[in-house]
Structure formats: structure tokens, C-alpha cells
């Protein structure tokens, strides 16, 4: 077991964490045509119901949150779930427990009741006893339920995550954990994929195809576009849900569509908007000033950039933040997708168009060109 931490013992000292009702929500699906239905991802993991861990890793945008919910909506009569957004606030594992707690109690009232005595002051060793009779508790459900933590990606605390993993490792059968995040999460996942008992989604099988596209575009402008120009929204979006999504907001009322898909490069208003909060100002200071003056660049040398990566940021480095020499792996940004290596064997990543467009609009330096030459010499 690992040691208790500081946050334990003062969470300890508090009454019961004030939960939020909302946050026990799955969110409602849109309404009409503007939904572009996931069935193929649904039935895939209706066909591994005995998976103990659906693992939904994907960039910001890639419609995580609504596929968790169209699967819940289709699975409500045989399989309920209990469902939890996190947030930053959730990463005290005491805080995390007695929402774990709660969520599975408005689905099989009366769960728990023992469990909620001892949160209370002056509080129970949290680890030996505490997550034992959790997972014992849920061990006792009459029925398999699946347990849903969306936005996982912000539990960024150690403890946290030890608890999942404990939780995970004791998983009983009568649940299903789904795990909903921007990056895979820091618990070890090398056994359950080895035994086959988890299923994984990424953001290769949640970009929209041509026909999705083509779903999307007719429901929301109500009309068609011809194939070449749905290829180049395609092609310039990469599949990009969110991407799409915003980009009908620039065809809406447009009086020449082609046009406007023509003209799409990523630094429309809306998209950048989007990217800003979603992804550049959940950044630490160092990563936004790295991603900020690299953006410009169409393609980065992994050489030039490592020292100054180490000079920079050595704390992530040491996380495995930069590029090692293996061609398998990419700069991801924290799991926001912003970077990607042309091929597979390829030694040089460069950014995804799209964000390398709407980050490089931050700055207002000219995409791909030399502004900021010689920076891997001095940051």
C-alpha cells in the first residue's frame, strides 16, 4: 500500500466533502440532426461488456463525453451507469471516494451507507481499510454496473491515481470501469491488456470518416456539398470533430461554401477561440511558451529541441515529456494532439495544421517562417 498523504490527514479533519449534484450527470444529447451517431464504437463496446476497463483516450474535442453518453443512453435498460465528471478539485481521493460513493448510490439505493460513516472525522486509514470495503461494497451489487470517470485527465495527483489503480486491480465483476481522458492515465495498464480485459479507443477511431462528415454538414447547413469540397474539409480538419463542428459556423450564411472550405486554415475565430481554452491556457507557463514560439515552424528537429526542452522544462522531460530517440513516440502536449510525426519512422515531428495555424495565430508571426531561428540555443 502506499504511504498516506498530508491531503489525507487533513481531508480527515473535515465533515463530508459538499458534493455536486450536476457532476453526477451524464450530459444530455443534442437533439434533431446536429448528433453524428457513434454506433460502430457503441456495438464495439457492448461486445466487450466483460472488459474491466473501457479506456477512452483522446485529444480535447474528439466528442469523448458525448460517445460515453450516446452508449449510456443505449445500454440504460440492461446496464446503468454511475457517472462522474470530474475536475481538479476531485483529485483528493477522499473527495474522489465519496463521489464514487454517491454515483453508485443513485443507481442501487442504500450502497454505501456504511461507507459514508467512515469519511466522516476523525476518519479511518484510507488505504488498508477504506478502498477494501469500497471494492468489497461493490463486490456485493446485485448487478454489473459501469462506473464512469470523464475528464480523468485532470486527477493529476499521485494518490489519486494509486487509488484507481488499487480499485482497478480488485475490480470485481459486477462492474465496469470507463475511464474517459485526454492522455493515458499514470496507472498500469501492461497486465489488463495482456489478459485482454481492457478495450481502448483513441482518437483514430473517433475522427469522423467522409460519410460522417458529409451527416453533419447536410443537418447543420441543410444542404449537400460536392464530394471534392467534403474531401478538402477532410483533409484541412483532419477529422477533427471539433474542428468540424466550428467550421460550420464559418459556412453557415456563407454565399460561397467552396470558397470558405477553400479559405480554412485553421485561424478562423471560432477555432482559435476554442483551442486558447481548451488547450493553450490549461498549459503550464513553460509548455505555452514552447508550444507559442514553435508553432511557426512547419516541422521540428528533435536534436535542436531536447536541449532546450531540458533547460526549459527538465521536470517534464523527466516524465518523458520529450522525444527519446524511439520513432513510437510523439509530443502530444499533455494528450492535446497539437504535435505529430509525419510517419511512422519518421525522426520529425511537426505540427498538426490545424494547430499550428491556430497557435501561430497567438503570436502573430507569419506560419512557417524564421522567426524565431536559433531558439533551440537559448531559450
Known amino acids: 500500500m502506499w504511504p498516506m498523504s498530508k491531503s489525507l490527514d487533513a481531508a480527515r479533519e473535515q465533515v463530508n466533502p459538499i458534493l455536486i449534484d450536476t457532476k453526477l450527470q451524464a450530459p444530455l444529447l443534442p437533439e434533431g440532426e446536429g448528433l453524428i451517431s457513434r454506433t460502430r464504437l457503441v456495438e464495439l463496446v457492448r461486445a466487450n461488456f466483460r472488459c474491466k476497463l473501457v479506456l477512452v483516450s483522446a485529444p480535447a474535442g474528439y466528442g469523448k463525453t458525448t460517445f460515453l453518453a450516446e452508449w449510456k443512453e443505449r445500454e440504460q435498460e440492461t446496464t446503468p451507469f454511475a ?26 439505493p442504500g450502497f454505501g451507507d456504511d461507507l ?43 494518490s489519486s491515481n494509486n487509488s484507481t489503480g488499487f480499485v482497478l486491480d480488485h475490480l470485481p465483476r459486477t462492474v465496469q ?10 496507472i498500469s495498464l501492461r497486465r489488463l491488456r495482456a489478459s485482454g480485459e481492457t478495450i481502448e479507443i483513441k482518437a483514430s477511431d473517433l475522427h469522423f470518416d467522409e460519410d460522417q462528415v458529409a451527416s453533419l454538414l447536410a443537418a447543420t447547413l441543410g444542404f449537400e456539398l460536392r464530394r471534392e ?9 483532419e477529422g477533427w470533430p471539433a474542428g468540424l463542428y466550428l467550421a460550420t459556423l464559418s459556412l453557415k450564411g456563407h454565399p460561397n461554401p467552396s470558397e470558405a472550405i477553400h479559405d480554412f486554415v485553421g485561424d478562423e475565430r471560432h477555432l482559435v477561440d476554442y483551442l486558447t481554452e481548451e488547450v493553450l491556457e490549461r498549459q503550464s507557463p513553460e509548455v505555452k511558451r514552447f508550444l ?66 491556430s497557435l501561430a495565430s497567438c503570436t502573430g508571426w507569419p506560419v512557417g517562417g524564421s522567426r524565431i531561428t536559433g531558439w533551440s540555443k537559448k531559450p
Open 177 to 186: 470501469l470507463v475511464i474517459s481522458t485526454r492522455s493515458d492515465p499514470p
Open 229 to 237: 469540397n467534403l474531401d478538402n474539409l477532410l483533409t484541412r480538419t
Open 83 to 108: 457517472w462522474i465528471s470530474l475536475d481538479p478539485n476531485d483529485r483528493d481521493p477522499i473527495r474522489l471516494c465519496a463521489y464514487v460513493i454517491e454515483a453508485v448510490d443513485r443507481i442501487e
Open 116 to 158: 459514508r460513516e467512515l469519511l466522516r472525522p476523525p476518519g479511518i486509514d484510507f488505504s488498508n481499510v477504506l478502498l477494501p470495503r469500497l471494492v468489497n461494497a461493490l463486490a456485493g451489487l446485485s448487478r454489473r454496473i459501469a462506473l464512469v470517470f470523464d475528464d480523468y485527465h485532470l486527477l493529476k495527483r499521485r
Open 292 to 357: 507559442l514560439r514553435t508553432s511557426v515552424l512547419q516541422r521540428l528537429r528533435l536534436p535542436c529541441a531536447t536541449p532546450w526542452l531540458m533547460r526549459t522544462v527538465p521536470h517534464r522531460c523527466s516524465r518523458g515529456w520529450s522525444v527519446p530517440t524511439s520513432s513510437s513516440c510523439l509530443w502530444t502536449s499533455g494528450g492535446y494532439g497539437t504535435v505529430t510525426t509525419s510517419s511512422p519512422t519518421s525522426s520529425a515531428p511537426s505540427f498538426r495544421p490545424k494547430s499550428r495555424r
